[in-house]
């Protein structure tokens, strides 16, 4: 739809009234400037009345309006004079009360150059107080400023008024209109915006990589960490068997040596990382401050030191940048061996522990061993014989002696049951039977007794084997200790790190950085990433507000 034009209120300076004028103009010269008036008939004239009597001007002006209400004027014509109205300074009472004052002044409300005039504003008050004081002027001159009326039944001129079909299309195409206008507004607004926030920026990165950036020389070099697998020393083999992979915790540990400060420092000692970085040659971006810190110094080591672990395959990648390529391979060299020294460090007090306990462990095994060694020595020296071997020779002899003395005892048992019995023999068998049983005495005083305060054979023998228990005893213990020996050998062999070179760094020839295309597009990338998130954020809070 069709936006109705807003009529412009202006405020016209009156001069001073002349003496020669009157405030108030008469109405003959009000009928005058409206031109001839149609004689009313019998049927139009009003009935008199009792009552209070209107003046003639008053009268006139409603009779006016009568008339004009007769004349059959759309709601749009009405509506059109009001604001005309309104524009030269009137103050009318209605919409026909407003063609009424203006048809006394001599103005067509309905003529094209006044509806023209409702849009264009007037230069200033005064331009509009001459516009309606010149008006008259022109309705002299014979101009038709008065809208023309036609009787009924005679023929009808073509209407101004647009059918709804025409007008809806007229409608449809100025909202057109207006939305191209818009779109052509909002996108010359979205260039602008990703000109000044995107587009910009993107250039400034790009400059700096092709025209200031400084080349950047890159080192690479890939080594691993393994460890020994085969066994102690007593194996013959042991330094030939296959070795494995290091467990990752050795991995992780040497990689984060490598990227800490500790290492930083001993590079700058050892290689001047401070100094090469305080270059001037060097780009402000990339350069150092004459005389960094050592926080300062380790960003730029963090950002030009890569290192990274691969878990699947046991090995850790490193790439050292530098601007000399000389200068990068030495200090990709220099950290290889730091990382050599810190892993053959990994493991060193664990191993000194532990071949330290089993030592300790073994040679006690080995003291208490020879201590009841020469125990069961002194014993044997002690002894002379052997107390088993004799206490079994006397029990050999004791149980000869016995079947002896079984033996005469039957035969002197045969020899009483006799009724005279042969006393030489009687007396023969009983001496025998007697000399065995002193001689069954003395061996069993000789196994069991003690003299001279020396321990019996008995005694002697249960020393004599509680030595060899105690002796072998301590062949068990020692035993043990030799076994855990070997194993802490061993273990202490296969915790062993070793660091192996898989590529050794080569200085490049051509420098490796900055990529000039694939940094320029990512910067565009990051840039219209922060302009689509702040511009998606800001849409999201218009919107909340404005719900």
Do not use: C, W
């Not at 984060?256 to 402000?284: C, E, N, T, V, W």
């Not at 200090?331 to 532990?354: G, H, M, P, T, W």
């Not at 107390?387 to 020899?415: F, H, M, N, V, W």
């Amino acid at each position: 739809m069709t936006t109705k034009p807003k009529a412009r209120k202006f405020r016209i300076k009156r001069s001073a009234p002349s003496t020669a004028a009157p405030a108030n103009p008469a109405r003959p010269v009000a009928d005058a400037a409206e031109g001839p008036r149609p004689v009313p008939t019998a049927q139009d004239t009003p009935k008199a009345r009792a009552g209070e009597v209107s003046s003639p001007k008053q009268v006139g002006g409603e009779l006016d309006i009568d008339a004009i209400r007769r004349e059959g004027l759309t709601g749009r014509q009405l509506r059109m004079a009001r604001r005309v109205a309104q524009k030269y300074g009137m103050a009318p009472t209605s919409d026909f009360d407003a063609v009424r004052l203006l048809r006394a002044k001599g103005i067509d409300p309905f003529q094209r150059s006044n509806m023209l005039e409702l849009v264009v504003p007037q230069k200033s008050d005064d331009a509009g107080k001459d516009v309606a004081e010149t008006q008259p002027q022109g309705h002299q001159k014979g101009r038709v400023q008065l809208p023309q009326t036609l009787p009924a039944g005679g023929a009808n001129l073509p209407s101004t008024e647009l059918s709804p079909a025409e007008r809806r299309h007229r409608e449809i195409g100025d909202i057109q209109r207006d939305i191209s206008r818009r779109r052509r507004r909002k996108m010359g607004l979205l260039m602008v915006r990703l000109a000044f926030f995107v587009f910009l920026p993107t250039f400034a990165a790009g400059y700096y990589f092709y025209k200031i950036a400084t080349p950047m020389y890159a080192t690479t070099s890939q080594f691993l960490i393994i460890q020994s697998e085969g066994g102690g020393g007593t194996s013959p083999l042991g330094g030939l068997l296959p070795t494995q992979f290091a467990t990752s915790q050795d991995s992780i540990a040497t990689q984060a040596f490598l990227q800490s400060k500790d290492a930083m420092q001993r590079l700058d000692r050892d290689a001047g990382f401070k100094q090469h970085f305080s270059d001037p040659s060097i780009d402000p971006v990339q350069r150092l401050e004459a005389d960094p810190t050592n926080e300062e110094a380790y960003k730029i080591y963090k950002k030009n030191v890569k290192i990274g672990f691969d878990p699947t395959e046991g090995v850790i990648r490193m790439e050292v940048v530098a601007a000399d390529p000389q200068v990068s391979s030495a200090f990709s060299q220099s950290l290889i061996d730091y990382a050599e020294e810190r892993v053959n460090d990994l493991s060193k007090q664990k191993r000194a522990d532990s071949m330290r306990d089993a030592g300790i462990a073994f040679e006690e095994a080995q003291q208490k061993r020879r201590d009841v060694q020469e125990q069961l020595i002194q014993l044997q020296v002690k002894n002379g014989v052997d107390p088993q071997a004799e206490i079994a020779a006397i029990r050999t002899q004791i149980t000869t002696y016995e079947s002896l003395l079984i033996d005469k005892q039957l035969a002197l048992a045969a020899l009483l049951d006799n009724t005279r019995p042969n006393r030489a023999k009687v007396d023969g068998a009983q001496g025998d039977v007697r000399r065995l049983e002193e001689q069954l005495t003395k061996l069993n005083e000789r196994l069991n007794s003690a003299t001279q305060g020396e321990d019996s054979l008995a005694q002697r023998a249960v020393e004599l084997q509680l030595a060899q228990a105690d002796l072998a005893a301590a062949d068990m213990v020692l035993q043990s200790a030799q076994t855990a020996m070997d194993q802490a050998r061993t273990e202490a062999n296969r915790q062993v790190r070793y660091l192996t070179v898989a590529v050794e760094p080569v200085a490049p020839e051509e420098p490796t950085y900055p990529r000039k295309f694939e940094n320029t597009i990512l910067a565009f990338l990051i840039f219209a990433g922060i302009y689509l998130m702040l511009s998606l954020t800001a849409s999201i809070l218009r919107e909340q507000v404005t719900s």
